[in-house]
């Protein structure tokens, strides 16, 4: 995909982050090289309803990453670390909700 393209679904993301939206993102990112806290780097891709990271044997669920959003916007988006998210796969979901912009690191 295009940066342009992800640039406006980002921008799109952020004007109001659903899980829907925050999936179809996802979905422009399948095979982008993230890196977790610990500079392990991953990928993944999107299959249905399920995020398989290339590090992990184990899906994260749509289901879950919803719960990871939801805590997102509980903490209105900073969040100090991926445990702070609570849910299955936050070392993964950490770094990408970071790069689309869903959360931001204390400032």
Known sequence: MQTD?????????????????LWEAMEL????PFYTLKNL???YVIKGNEMFVSRK???ITKATVGMALYKAKELDGVV???????TFGASYL???????GII???E
């Open 5 to 21: 393209s992800r640039k406006k679904i980002t921008d799109w993301l952020k004007k109001d982050p659903t899980i829907d939206r």
């Open 29 to 32: 990112y399948e095979d982008f």
């Open 41 to 43: 780097e991953f990928t």
């Open 57 to 59: 044997e184990k899906s």
């Open 80 to 86: 100090t670390g991926p445990k702070k998210l609570g």
């Open 94 to 100: 950490y770094p990408v909700f970071l790069y689309l």
């Open 104 to 106: 931001r690191q204390k």
